[in-house]
């Protein structure tokens, strides 16, 4: 039996319905109407079309984008100078800086001085920290997606198991991280470069009754791996010879999964949404 399809966008377009209605409330009852400062270091095209792409999003539900394009030969202490104007900045209700940054600047150095309450890309220290304590403020945007898609399946996280591929800072640590939270409770796997070297990559994944991958590396999960019944949620986007593929071996997977996301269109159109979400619960969190 083929497995039901968790679709980003159907998901991601009821997020910013919900927005607009709370974004008109910020506005009438308040007078803020939050705003998001991007901090694009250029020479990424690709980078300044993905905030072309977000400042569209945010006009679309009523935030302010405000783009301010750094020259390429910034150096680290001129950008981190440049984020604590804009920290103190009662205008600015969130930051994110794009990535990539040019090549001789530390982005951890940089992110972290990002103040915690606009911290919209949750990847401070401090907003990690609070995951940590099972006290999440503003968390990463993917990492969020992939824990609104298992939510989107309708199957019950409580004390199943869950295995994790990756361990990035932005995805796959904060998603186990967020999966560990008494309210889901899940009992969690984390897999890595480590765990593919030892070769039991197929029994943790073959345990998994909800699977979240985000190891960057095409069909590295094959499908017959896969529990019968799981939850998968492919987060992984790699071009193939002009074509998008995922971290899961879809064909294969999705004959044994219950529910799985396709790759385009899972978890994808979710990181922007959940972006601007992330946006709305900062300006909020200033006004506590
Ligand atoms: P990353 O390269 O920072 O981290 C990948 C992680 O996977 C590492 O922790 C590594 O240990 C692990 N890994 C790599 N190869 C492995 C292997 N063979 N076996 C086991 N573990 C392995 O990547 P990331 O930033 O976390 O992104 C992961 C994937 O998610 C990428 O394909 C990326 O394009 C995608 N992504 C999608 C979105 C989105 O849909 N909006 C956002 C961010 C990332």
């Known amino acids: 039996m083929s497995a039901e399809l968790l679709k980003g966008k159907p998901i991601a377009d009821g997020m910013i319905e919900e927005l607009k209605k709370e974004i008109e409330n910020l506005k009438e009852k308040h007078k803020v109407t939050p705003s ?15 905030a072309g792409r977000q400042q569209k999003s945010a006009a679309k539900v009523g935030i302010e984008y405000q783009l301010h394009e750094l020259p390429s030969d910034i150096s680290q202490q001129k950008l981190i100078d440049f984020i604590a104007e804009i920290n103190k900045d009662d ?37 990690m920290g609070l995951i940590v304590y099972d006290r999440p403020r503003l968390c990463p945007c993917t990492a969020l997606g992939a ?29 186990a991280l967020l999966m560990l939270q008494r309210k889901y409770s899940a009992t969690t796997t984390i897999c890595h470069t480590g765990t593919a070297k030892s070769g039991k990559l197929p029994e943790h994944v073959g345990r998994a009754d909800i699977l979240i991958v985000a190891a960057g590396s095409p069909e590295l999960v094959k499908g017959e791996w896969v529990k019968e019944g799981s939850v998968v949620v492919d987060v992984g986007f790699n071009w193939i010879d002009g074509k998008t593929v995922g971290d899961v071996e879809f064909e294969v997977a999705k004959e044994r999964a219950a529910y799985i996301t396709p790759v385009p269109g899972g978890v994808g159109p979710l990181t922007v949404a959940i972006l601007l979400q992330n946006t709305v619960e900062a300006t909020k969190w200033q006004m506590e």
Request: net charge negative; charged share 20%; proline share 6%.
């Open 91 to 127: 205008n600015v209700n969130g930051i994110i800086l794009q990535m990539p940054l040019p090549d001789g600047i530390d982005s951890y150095r940089v992110q972290s001085t990002i103040a915690m309450k606009k911290d919209v890309e949750g990847i401070t220290p401090a907003n």
């Open 36 to 50: 998001l400062a991007s901090v694009l270091v250029e020479g990424d095209p690709a980078s300044k079309s993905y």
């Open 147 to 175: 824990i609104k898609m298992v939510e989107a399946s309708g199957v019950d996280i409580y004390g199943k198991d869950l295995t994790v591929v990756g361990r990035s800072a932005i995805v796959g640590r904060p998603a």
